[in-house]
């Protein structure tokens, strides 16, 4: 349960949230404002009104494309993305149902892929999205296909020599 | 010359043409890239979603690694570069976070590591007048566009390499090659990439929206120096637009004339041979 939304972000993430007097300014620069419900602008004020079900649940905090604009443009130095990744990882350890599960599906399988193998692999990380996600399988594979064909993403796997002290990272950062 | 080198897992899988071209392109120059060894993925953009701990430990190994080098550590992806340069800021600001990293990956933090990307070293150490010198073909009539995207850029006090606002090295280095550089206003707006297999049809859109741009800037061809820009831009344009993605040491490569070209164009998702054969000098 969380009781202060802002103030856990502050003592998880040290962002304060409550610097914020709404210039609209992270809104204007937001490259993905068209598909949210939102936008960073409302969700700092959904945060300061502790609105926690509202914010955790929506699938803005999930469709930042994490390019940082907000984060450099905010005059009171907010990183509102870092904001918004904070409010990923409360979503998820909260047990809130994920507004893009889709999204939620890649980081998984991509860490996934990593701890396993120190290294991220292409082929298998497109190829279990493929089989997984929520889009229709045939859908947009034509993508994968010409990749593949430009010998882009190898089948067989690299591997660090280190892979299994990277598991040691992964184990100790639960 | 000689750097650490930390490539990062694009480069040797769908950024394959940065890689070789920077390969060819550098050994060309003279300057030694030596690999960090047994490096691991920096955790971009998966671990800064799901796990704090995580996206600071992982990029922190590499930095471990490449301390023992003794080196400038340089990196070709602007994802890494970001992660990395990230991971560097917090362990200088917060010894706490510190000291629990130290012990976690088993080193000593020195902070005398200097985290640069490929770009600035081709500009600040290596030089415009030097890139000039070695200029064979000037890509003259070759109209393009420079493109950053974000994670070069942004934070700024993060990133600390170039204009946030109106970035200026890699329209610099495109100069002195002889292309024709045209102004535009989307070199750092983002082009959706990380969102690019959850939701191809919102990425499509940031993309066209770019592409549009460039074709209206009069450019033929985009450049980049990020390999998660490049293969969103190739593959999330419509088949119809045609706009090929470079990345600078490709067109670097070129303008030197050096014989492996062929091998990267092959490798591109829009095919640019048509657009070369045009421009190809007489």
């Known amino acids: 349960m969380i009781d202060d939304l802002a103030r856990e972000i502050n003592r998880r993430f040290g962002e304060h949230v409550e610097l914020c007097y709404h210039c609209h300014k992270c809104t204007a620069g937001c490259p993905v404002l068209p598909a949210m419900d939102y936008g960073p602008d409302r969700l700092l004020r959904m945060i300061a009104l502790n609105q926690v079900d509202e914010v955790l649940k929506s699938s803005d905090i999930w469709l930042c494309a994490g390019c940082y604009t907000c984060a450099t443009r905010c005059p009171n130095e907010i990183d509102i993305a870092a904001v918004i990744h904070a409010l990923r990882q409360m979503a998820v350890a909260e047990g809130y149902r994920v507004g893009e599960p889709d999204a ?42 010409r990749l593949f064909l430009r010998g882009k993403v190898p089948i067989l796997p690299e591997r660090t020599l280190g892979a299994g002290k990277v598991r040691e990272l992964f184990n100790r950062s639960r | ?105 088993g080193f000593e933090y020195r902070g005398d590591l200097s985290i640069r990307p490929l770009l600035a070293v081709v500009y600040e150490d290596y030089g415009l007048a030097r890139v000039h010198s070695h200029v064979k073909h000037p890509l003259t009539g070759l109209k393009v566009v420079p493109y950053y995207g974000c994670l070069l850029l942004r934070p700024p006090h993060i990133t600390q390499f170039d204009d946030p606002d109106d970035p ?115």
């Open chain 2, 168 to 282: 200026q090295v890699m329209g610099a280095i495109l100069d002195a090659l002889g292309a024709e550089v045209q102004p535009w206003s989307y070199a750092s707006e983002c082009c959706g990439g990380s969102l690019s297999l959850s939701r191809p049809e919102l990425v499509k859109g940031l993309v066209g929206k770019l592409v549009a741009a460039a074709r209206e800037a009069g450019a033929e061809a985009m450049v980049t120096a990020c390999p998660l820009c490049q293969v969103n831009l190739e593959m999330r344009q419509a088949r119809s637009a045609g706009m090929p993605v470079f990345y600078f040491t490709e067109l670097m490569g070129l303008a030197f004339g050096l014989p492996e070209t062929l091998k990267w164009w092959r490798k591109h998702l829009v095919d640019p041979q048509p657009l070369l054969e045009r421009i190809k000098p007489v």
């Open chain 2, 1 to 105: 010359m000689a750097y650490a080198y930390y490539p990062g897992c694009s480069l040797h899988s769908t950024g394959l043409e940065y890689s070789l071209s920077i390969e060819a392109v550098f050994r060309h120059l003279g300057l030694e890239l030596v690999e960090v060894p047994d490096w691991n993925c920096c955790g971009a953009s998966s671990a800064h979603s799901l796990n704090h701990d995580l996206a600071l430990a992982l990029p922190t190994r590499n930095l471990a690694l490449a301390q023992g080098m003794g080196r400038d550590l340089v990196t070709p992806c602007a994802a890494c570069y970001n992660r990395l340069k990230g991971a560097d800021h917090t362990l200088r600001s917060d010894p706490r976070t510190r000291v629990e990293m130290e012990k976690r990956i």
């Open chain 1, 104 to 145: 939620l599906l890649f980081h998984r399988l991509f860490l996934g892929v990593v701890e396993r193998l120190g290294r991220s692999h292409e082929a298998a990380l497109l190829g279990l999205f493929k089989v997984l996600s929520r889009i229709p399988l045939l859908q947009d594979m034509d993508a994968g296909i």
